[in-house]
């Protein structure tokens, strides 16, 4: 499985901006997603998880009301709006596929990664 992760750059705060992750390979259908990020000197953090039938999701604190994520299985993507940017969201963000189905929170139950879009919030 192959996931390609696109849409970061550079924003002000406040704008939004649109995650995509295409996979290819493997039964997409069948994965949970997340999304998470790194930003520099820290750790990987989780942002959004939705499960592979795409009914239940969950976010951090940190972001919840702001970002939304979304997949579509029938094209293989899984998307994050991220509305209300902060400077604090700036990272590289990367998207992941579990092939036990659900959506986790810990690094350590994803299979597959992408490589990683830059998002930099300025003040």
């Known amino acids: 499985v192959q996931l390609q992760a696109c849409g970061g750059g550079l924003v002000q705060a406040g704008d939004s901006l649109r995650l995509s992750c295409a996979a290819s390979?493997?039964?997409?259908?069948?994965?949970?997603m997340g999304w998470f990020r790194q930003a520099p000197g820290k750790e990987r953090e989780f942002v959004a998880g939705i499960r592979w039938s795409g009914v239940v999701s969950n976010y951090a604190d940190s972001v919840k009301g702001r970002f939304a994520i979304s997949r579509d299985n029938g094209k293989s993507t899984v998307s994050l709006q991220m509305n209300s940017l902060k400077p604090e969201d700036t990272a590289v963000y990367y998207c992941a596929a579990s092939r036990a189905g659900y959506s986790s929170r810990d690094v350590g139950n994803y299979d597959y990664w992408g490589q990683g879009t830059l998002v930099t919030v300025s003040s």
């Open positions: 390979g493997g039964t997409f259908g069948t994965y949970g």
